[in-house]
């Protein structure tokens, strides 16, 4: 991990908008979406719901996170999507080579136990390597284990099990049409879960 002092990542941003801004012209789009469509899927940076799902700006709300799982928070948003900007379309998408399916909720547990630094891949498994620990290091927190992390280890069966917790959901009208998809991350296709 680079030092905060060396990061690019904040300049290069600012520049980026600054040009960004010149040709902003959105002033037309409103907060609803077009299209009625909301969009669970992960935060995986190797995917661009925009590009793969044919949308523009203004179409549809992307809801992501780590897995693109239904967490309480993503059945949040898809709740507001719906009730006050008219969603009634809500895709899940999760995707092949997803990093939430090579980990458990224990080994997330255990190594955020030891540490809060990055960990790393070592023969398939994830670990935590040796590192200097100085005052400024804050320690690992066993808070990790109590929490419920939304791992898997078969892909259909996350996709069905996902749409199964919206449908149930208290507040989730039964008008809402969800469909579940998968993503290769190699190909680009979408194939739909049912």
């Known amino acids: 991990m680079s030092d905060k002092t060396d990061n690019q990542n904040i300049p290069s941003i600012i520049e980026a908008n600054t040009q960004y801004h010149k040709t902003f012209s959105q002033s037309e789009l409103g907060s609803q979406p077009t299209r009625g469509l909301s969009i669970l899927t992960c935060m995986d940076c190797r995917m661009d719901p925009y590009k793969f799902a044919g949308l523009q700006d203004g179409e549809a709300h992307i809801i992501r996170n780590a897995g693109g799982r239904a967490t309480e928070d993503a ?56 590192r200097e620990t100085t005052e400024n290091t804050k320690p690992g927190s066993d808070v990790a284990k109590s929490m419920k992390w939304y791992t898997f280890t078969d892909l259909e069966q ?32 979408l194939t739909p879960v049912s």
């Open 75 to 130: 059945i949040r948003s898809l709740i507001v999507s719906h009730k006050f900007l008219g969603t009634t379309d809500w895709c899940v998408i999760h995707h092949t080579g997803c990093g939430m399916s090579t980990v458990t909720d224990d080994v997330i547990g255990d190594l955020l136990a030891q540490d809060l630094e990055t960990a790393v891949s070592e023969d398939g498994a994830w670990v935590n390597p040796p």
């Open 158 to 189: 996350s996709v069905l099990t996902d749409i199964q917790l919206i449908k149930d959901h208290p507040l989730v009208p039964s008008n809402i049409s969800i469909y579940g998809f998968i993503f290769d991350i190699e190909t680009g296709a």
